[in-house]
Protein backbone atom coordinates (compact mmCIF):
# COMPACT_ATOMS: atom_id res chain seq x y z
CA UNK A 1 0.00 0.00 0.00
CA UNK A 2 1.72 3.33 -1.07
CA UNK A 3 1.77 6.28 1.49
CA UNK A 4 -0.23 8.61 -0.69
CA UNK A 5 -3.17 6.23 -0.68
CA UNK A 6 -2.68 6.48 3.35
CA UNK A 7 -2.19 10.36 3.23
CA UNK A 8 -5.27 10.97 1.20
CA UNK A 9 -7.44 8.73 2.83
CA UNK A 10 -6.39 10.64 5.83
CA UNK A 11 -6.79 14.23 4.30
CA UNK A 12 -10.29 13.42 3.31
CA UNK A 13 -11.15 11.68 7.01
CA UNK A 14 -10.02 15.34 8.33
CA UNK A 15 -11.69 17.20 5.95
CA UNK A 16 -14.99 15.85 6.49
CA UNK A 17 -14.12 15.64 10.44
CA UNK A 18 -13.39 19.58 9.72
CA UNK A 19 -16.91 20.31 7.94
CA UNK A 20 -18.63 18.40 10.85
CA UNK A 21 -17.13 20.62 13.46
CA UNK A 22 -17.34 23.54 11.31
CA UNK A 23 -21.40 22.80 10.83
CA UNK A 24 -22.38 21.69 14.20
CA UNK A 25 -20.22 25.02 15.99
CA UNK A 26 -21.54 27.61 13.55
CA UNK A 27 -24.04 26.12 11.07
CA UNK A 28 -28.27 26.87 11.66
CA UNK A 29 -30.40 24.04 12.53
CA UNK A 30 -30.65 22.47 9.23
CA UNK A 31 -27.23 22.29 8.26
CA UNK A 32 -26.43 20.75 11.82
CA UNK A 33 -29.09 17.85 10.52
CA UNK A 34 -28.23 17.32 7.29
CA UNK A 35 -24.65 16.65 8.51
CA UNK A 36 -25.32 14.79 11.58
CA UNK A 37 -28.06 12.39 9.45
CA UNK A 38 -24.80 12.19 6.77
CA UNK A 39 -22.78 11.32 9.71
CA UNK A 40 -24.86 8.78 11.02
CA UNK A 41 -25.29 6.90 7.81
CA UNK A 42 -21.73 6.41 7.35
CA UNK A 43 -21.54 4.93 10.49
CA UNK A 44 -24.27 2.69 10.22
CA UNK A 45 -22.68 1.04 6.51
CA UNK A 46 -19.36 0.96 9.22
CA UNK A 47 -21.34 -1.18 11.26
CA UNK A 48 -22.75 -3.33 8.46
CA UNK A 49 -18.98 -3.76 7.09
CA UNK A 50 -20.75 -2.01 3.78
CA UNK A 51 -18.16 0.48 1.88
CA UNK A 52 -15.29 -0.34 3.78
CA UNK A 53 -12.43 -0.04 1.91
CA UNK A 54 -9.27 -2.37 1.94
CA UNK A 55 -7.26 0.40 3.81
CA UNK A 56 -9.81 0.54 7.23
CA UNK A 57 -9.93 -3.45 6.63
CA UNK A 58 -6.03 -3.90 6.32
CA UNK A 59 -3.57 -5.52 3.79
CA UNK A 60 -5.89 -9.00 3.62
CA UNK A 61 -8.79 -7.36 2.46
CA UNK A 62 -10.89 -9.60 4.11
Keep these: MG ?3 Y ?3 LSGRLGRTA ?3 AAT ?3 DTGMV ?3 VTRVRAVH ?5 GA ?12
Design 25 to 27: TYG
Design 51 to 62: GRSRLSRGRSGA
Design 3 to 5: QGI
Design 7 to 9: SQV
Design 19 to 21: LFI
Design 44 to 48: ARARN
Design 33 to 35: AQV
